[in-house]
């Protein structure tokens, strides 16, 4: 269910990240090395990036496969950021809310993707849906589980939590309504990436000089390519990572009502 990527470093052209590499995201649109769920990422593709000096990100996404829109690859040769987030998606309903439910989602500074599944979607969601405003229901951009998942974390980011407290509270919510749920996710506001693992796989590079790179899957089989444990948040900056526990809510006795 998708593959995503996550970049911070030294401005490169979006094709060095994207379609260069060996394994790169462009090529797990058709040929994922450690994709648990699904085999080909077909049904729409988005990268989002941020220009020097603007904290707004631009973001360009299409329905369909990556390898069917000659203007990507144009666009990946000439645009060139330091802060990069991109998904190629595999869609749970096939056709559903097509551009619109292209990752990344976007809402202020923050581009968002979500690789996985909320396990009996819409139904296990119910509990959750008192949680968020009316106005934010209204504002969904697709009717997807993703869709969904980002609303939570956008309303817990303007709440005030961070990026870390954000995705986790949405992930132990999930988990705790829709069990057998998939949520990594991937957060970034072009400073910061923060990732939660969580029931499908997520790596990690970084490296001074060369900046940080947090996906799916490695694009290449530099050993430099760590996995992040499940259950896992993980903070990344330019210069390194930070990882923290994701509890899982089966384990915990009780917990506080949610505000």
Same mark, same amino acid.
């Given at each position: 269910?998708?593959?995503?990527?996550?970049?911070?470093?030294?401005?490169?052209?979006?094709?060095?990240l994207?379609?260069?590499?060996?394994?790169?995201?462009?090529?797990?649109?058709?040929?994922?090395?450690?994709?648990?769920?699904?085999t080909?990422?077909?049904? %729409?593709? %988005?990268?989002?990036?941020?220009?020097?000096?603007?904290?707004?990100p631009?973001?360009?996404?299409?329905?369909?496969?990556?390898?069917?829109?000659?203007?990507?690859?144009?666009?990946?040769r000439?645009?060139?950021?330091?802060?990069?987030?991109?998904?190629?998606?595999?869609?749970?309903?096939?056709?559903?809310?097509?551009?619109?439910?292209?990752?990344?989602?976007?809402?202020?500074?923050?581009?968002?993707?979500?690789?996985?599944?909320?396990?009996?979607w819409?139904?296990?969601?119910? =509990?959750?849906?008192?949680?968020?405003? =009316?106005?934010?229901?209204?504002?969904?951009?697709?009717?997807?589980?993703?869709?969904?998942?980002?609303?939570?974390?956008?309303?817990?980011?303007?709440?005030?939590?961070?990026?870390?407290?954000?995705?986790?509270?949405?992930?132990?919510?999930?988990?705790?309504?829709?069990?057998?749920s998939?949520?990594?996710?991937?957060?970034?506001?072009?400073?910061?990436?923060?990732?939660?693992?969580?029931g499908?796989?997520?790596?990690?590079?970084?490296?001074?000089?060369?900046?940080t790179?947090?996906?799916?899957?490695?694009?290449?089989?530099?050993?430099?390519?760590?996995?992040?444990?499940?259950?896992?948040?993980?903070?990344?900056?330019?210069?390194?990572?930070?990882?923290?526990?994701?509890?899982?809510?089966?384990?915990?006795?009780?917990?506080?009502?949610?505000?």
């Amino acid at each position: 269910m998708c593959r995503h990527l996550a970049y911070l470093g030294p401005e490169e052209p979006l094709g060095r990240l994207l379609v260069e590499p060996p394994h790169s995201l462009f090529r797990q649109s058709w040929a994922p090395r450690r994709q648990r769920y699904g085999t080909v990422n077909a049904d %729409g593709f %988005g990268v989002g990036w941020y220009a020097p000096g603007d904290p707004v990100p631009a973001r360009y996404r299409r329905f369909g496969p990556i390898w069917a829109d000659p203007s990507f690859t144009d666009l990946a040769r000439v645009v060139r950021a330091g802060a990069v987030l991109a998904a190629v998606r595999d869609a749970t309903r096939a056709g559903a809310d097509g551009e619109a439910a292209a990752a990344p989602f976007a809402a202020d500074r923050w581009l968002f993707s979500h690789n996985g599944a909320v396990a009996g979607w819409p139904d296990s969601a119910a =509990p959750l849906v008192s949680v968020l405003p =009316p106005v934010e229901l209204l504002s969904l951009e697709a009717r997807t589980d993703s869709a969904f998942v980002w609303a939570l974390v956008l309303h817990r980011l303007r709440l005030g939590d961070d990026p870390a407290g954000a995705l986790g509270w949405a992930v132990r919510e999930l988990a705790e309504a829709a069990p057998a749920s998939r949520l990594n996710l991937l957060l970034t506001d072009g400073t910061t990436i923060t990732a939660t693992a969580w029931g499908d796989s997520l790596w990690y590079r970084t490296e001074p000089g060369t900046g940080t790179v947090v996906a799916s899957e490695p694009y290449e089989d530099d050993p430099l390519w760590q996995e992040v444990p499940d259950r896992t948040v993980l903070t990344a900056s330019r210069t390194g990572v930070l990882f923290a526990p994701l509890e899982d809510p089966a384990s915990v006795p009780s917990k506080e009502p949610c505000t």
